[in-house]
């Protein structure tokens, strides 16, 4: 898999040892031992995956997910030593795809790098390049999605979700069954985390939003107005 990373961590033995481990996979890695200098970096040139330490000196990590996320939809892995569910969802508010407490397995940390890859690049779907929903338009092929002709912005969990939204169009779908599609069985994080993804997907998909409804105390439902 010849992919291009940002790893951004201060401990100089840890990322050494998460580099070893992605450049066994073929990845390009390019490192950063603070959140200033990965922002500078970010800048230079383009990535196709970031994975982020929360505490680090300059700049924290919460501070570079949250400028990265101004400007672009790159997949971003959040690395941390702590597990607080609160300090999940702000990250994930932030637009991160994936949290990983530490320790951890750097084996593990390269898998869940790769799946989320694929699904990215569209693993999730249904039959058909295009899909139209009123003013709503996404072209599978080329993983864009525009609003009355003006491209939106989506983080990858963004897009996986509303992917799965139509695989499953007028089907209400529980959402332990969203986490586990998007996220996955192994992932730690609570069912909040879809309500806050689908939330800013919502908000995101501006009149387009009341395509997605809610059933209460069960989950949610993707149809257009009968």
Known sequence: ????????EDDV??????????????????????????LELFEQTSFDLVVLDIMMPKVD????????RQHSDVPIIIITARSDE????IGFEL????????PFSPKVLVARAITL?????????????????????????????????AEISLTPKEYELL??????????LPRDFMLNAVW??????????VDTHVKRLRSKLGAEGRLIRTVIRYGYKFEMDL
């Open 86 to 89: 609160d300090d999940q969802m």
């Open 163 to 172: 992917i799965l939204f139509t695989k499953y169009e007028g089907t209400v």
């Open 13 to 38: 033995l840890m990322r050494e040892f998460m580099t070893d481990y992605f450049k066994k996979e073929q990845w390009h890695v390019v490192e950063a031992d603070n959140g200033m200098e990965a």
């Open 95 to 102: 637009g991160a795809d994936e949290y990983v407490t530490k």
């Open 117 to 149: 890859l694929k699904r990215t690049e569209g693993t999730l779907g249904r039959e058909g390049d295009q899909l139209s929903y009123g003013a709503l338009l996404i072209n599978k092929r080329s993983h864009t999605v525009t609003l009355a002709g």
């Open 184 to 193: 996955g069985f192994d992932y730690e994080g609570d069912l909040r985390t």
């Open 61 to 68: 990590g919460w501070a570079v997910c949250r400028r990265i």
């Open 1 to 8: 898999m010849n992919r291009k990373i940002l790893l951004v």
